[in-house]
């Protein structure tokens, strides 16, 4: 028995009440919530002017980093070396070439961004610049694939069979023009970055892979980033593609 206004003692094994959680801010926008030895995160959205779960911040964070991007072409002149490789230093006094970011530049950039796969369904390709950028993905072991036009394959200033005799880049096109089922062109110009993340990047638009469509060629580029429903008809049709084409893989890949 305890007599009024002293604590009463809890009997041995009785399980205690945790305390009231604990809250503390810091200046980052953050808090941690402590009930017992339990502890969450919980982050400040501005926006809402309130507090959210760590799933509920992953999911906002990843919606904010959704962007589209344009570029347009042609640009005045091809960029120089040092503009895409990290390990060449420009000594030329007057250099010719551009020593700004250009739309190439950009394109170009997009690409070394890939960090597990690159599909490209693309009419032709002709600019060397793009070239090595998808043999640069290739020696960094990304999974390159390609699906282009029969007719481009050999063409004038083609690098679709170079590309081909490279490892880990497969390429496929539809049938040859003469071939009675040849049916139109593939004339397609995008490409699908890392599309079996939750991160895909699309490039697409009119600009063709080509020197021309850098200098010459009045054109466009659209980059959608981290958007998985842009990226997903992309997908879905460079897999009906592959499958279709093939019959028609580019003898001289290695794997």
């Known amino acids: 028995a305890t007599s009024r206004g002293m604590s009463r003692a809890v ?23 402590t009930v017992g030895a339990r502890a969450k995160k919980s982050f400040f959205n501005a926006e809402t002017n309130s507090w959210e779960s760590a799933a509920e911040h992953e999911a906002h964070a990843h919606f904010t980093s959704q962007s589209t991007e344009i570029l347009i072409f042609p640009d005045a002149v091809m ?3 040092s503009m895409l490789d990290a390990n060449y230093r420009c000594t030329k006094a007057h250099c ?12 170009i950039r997009t690409l070394d961004k890939a960090t597990s796969t690159l599909d490209v369904v693309c009419f032709t390709i002709t600019c060397d610049d793009i070239k090595r950028a998808i043999q640069r993905a290739a020696k960094r072991g990304i999974r390159v694939r390609i699906v282009t036009d029969a007719n ?9 069979r170079e590309l081909s005799e490279a490892r880990k880049i497969d390429v496929r096109c539809d049938a040859h023009s003469n071939d009675p089922n040849k049916r139109g062109m593939m004339h397609h110009k995008f490409a699908i970055i890392d599309g079996e993340t939750n991160d895909p990047v699309v490039i697409t638009g009119s600009f063709n892979w080509t020197r021309a469509g850098v200098l010459d060629n009045h054109d466009n580029v659209l980059i959608a980033r981290n958007q998985p429903d842009v990226a997903a008809p992309y997908i879905k049709h460079m897999e009906a593609l592959w499958k279709e084409y093939a ?3 580019i003898h001289g890949a290695e794997g």
């Open 11 to 33: 009997p041995l094994g009785r399980p205690v009440a945790p305390r009231r959680a604990r809250r503390a801010t810091s200046r980052t926008g953050t808090r941690r919530l």
């Open 79 to 81: 960029p120089c070396r």
């Open 96 to 107: 010719d070439k551009a020593h700004h970011t250009t739309s190439l530049v950009k394109f």
């Open 152 to 160: 481009n394959v050999d063409s004038l200033g083609s690098d679709i």
């Open 247 to 249: 019959a028609f893989q």
